[in-house]
């Protein structure tokens, strides 16, 4: 069955490292969006990427970085530079049409 | 901006109705999503509306004024499975092809017995 991959679902990281959070999808879709999500709010915009070898900020980009080499893969770096990491990450894709987003299952990522 | 706003917290009681409001600011309005979250899980969809009316799936229905920027989801027949976070999303032009949405800070229903 289709559909996105998100790994791991608990990561921990101590203060000053960067870490990458995977997301992969086998929908063929070509949209991919990177959100986190605080406690008792929605979801904010990291980046998206609409094609391969393309990629946009979203509304809170600082101290993230993305890539994306390939349709199915859609990697999430946090780096040092992000204040407040701790968050739950989801990730999405997007064909077209009325059913908007596939979401991923998320990462949950502690700063320790 | 694109601000979108819904309560912060409801209740209701186990087999009543409730109603959970979207608002939302009207230029570029290309279609409004709400998705249903339980804590720690990803969001999951709910509805679509794109044109004004009432869109009914089972017990769940979703409402569209396009001219006032309103949105509602009615919630039927409520069982405490529905306890969650409801998200109301809102897809402005210039992002259809892209399907970038705009979330709104989520509503988070607690039914009670």
């Known amino acids: 069955d289709g559909g996105i991959t998100q790994s791991p679902k608990y990561l921990f990281r101590k203060e000053g490292q960067n870490v990458t959070l995977s997301c992969e999808q086998n929908?063929?879709?070509?949209?991919m969006y990177w959100y986190r999500q605080d406690p008792g709010q929605g979801l904010r915009l990291i980046y998206y990427?609409?094609?391969?070898?393309?990629?946009q900020k979203g509304d809170i980009a600082e101290g993230y970085s993305v890539s994306r080499e390939k349709k199915e893969s859609f990697p999430l770096t946090v780096t040092s530079a992000q204040k407040n990491p701790t968050a739950f990450y989801l990730c999405?894709?997007?064909?077209?049409?009325?059913?908007?987003?596939?979401f991923g299952s998320g990462t949950r990522l502690t700063v320790v | 901006g694109q601000n979108i706003d819904q309560p912060t917290e409801m209740t209701a009681t186990e087999g009543a109705i409730v109603q959970i409001n979207c608002t939302y600011q009207?230029?570029?309005?290309?279609?409004l999503f709400w998705y249903q979250q339980h804590a720690g899980e990803a969001p999951t969809f709910l509805s679509y509306?794109?044109?004004?009316g009432l869109e009914e799936k089972g017990r769940f229905s979703s409402f569209l004024s396009r001219s006032k920027g309103y949105s509602y989801l009615l919630l039927k027949e409520l069982q405490m499975k529905d306890s969650a976070s409801y998200l109301c999303?809102?897809?402005?032009?210039?992002?259809?092809?892209?399907?970038?949405?705009?979330f709104g800070q989520g509503t988070t229903l607690q039914v009670k017995p």
């Open positions: 999405a894709s997007y064909l077209s049409g009325v059913d908007g987003y596939t």
């Open positions: 929908l063929n879709h070509d949209a």
């Open positions: 990427s609409q094609i391969v070898n393309d990629f």
């Open positions: 009207t230029s570029g309005f290309n279609g």
């Open positions: 509306n794109v044109l004004d």
């Open positions: 999303a809102v897809r402005f032009h210039g992002s259809s092809n892209t399907g970038k949405l705009i």
